[in-house]
Nanobody
Framework: QVQLVQSGGGLVQPGGSLRLSCAAS????????MGWYRQAPGKQRELVAL???????VLTDSVKGRFTVSRDNATNTVYLQMNSLKPEDTAVYYC?????????WGQGTQVTVSS
């Protein structure tokens, strides 16, 4: 059974940092494109970052220079390091694993950036 288990969310002040983790099981992790998406209330889910199976990162413009996506194939884990957080980063963040044969989602974790 495929599982993507997320951790690392929480409440931080503007300018602070958080590190999100997503541990996968039930898939051949090393061949999947891993991604991070977020959804704020009243908004559509949007792509934040992708990490291809070949190790090439893609970041959406609003987080470039602040966020870093990485993956560790030895532990089947993808990370999202979030620095210089802004209130507009507040959302539920979802981990995603994608291959042409299927796509899977983590349970989501709340990130709130507020004073």
């Amino acid at each position: 059974q495929v599982q993507l288990v997320q951790s690392g969310g929480g409440l931080v002040q503007p300018g602070g940092s958080l590190r999100l983790s997503c541990a996968a099981s039930g898939i051949i992790f090393g061949i999947y494109t891993m991604g991070w998406y977020r959804q704020a209330p009243g908004k559509q889910r949007e792509l934040v970052a992708l990490m291809t199976s070949g190790g090439s990162p893609v970041l959406t413009d609003s987080v470039k220079g602040r966020f870093t996506v990485s993956r560790d194939n030895a532990t089947n884990t993808v990370y999202l390091q979030m620095n210089s957080l802004k209130p507009e980063d507040t959302a539920v963040y979802y981990c995603n694993a994608n291959l042409f044969t299927g796509t899977y989602w983590g349970q989501g974790t709340q990130v709130t950036v507020s004073s």
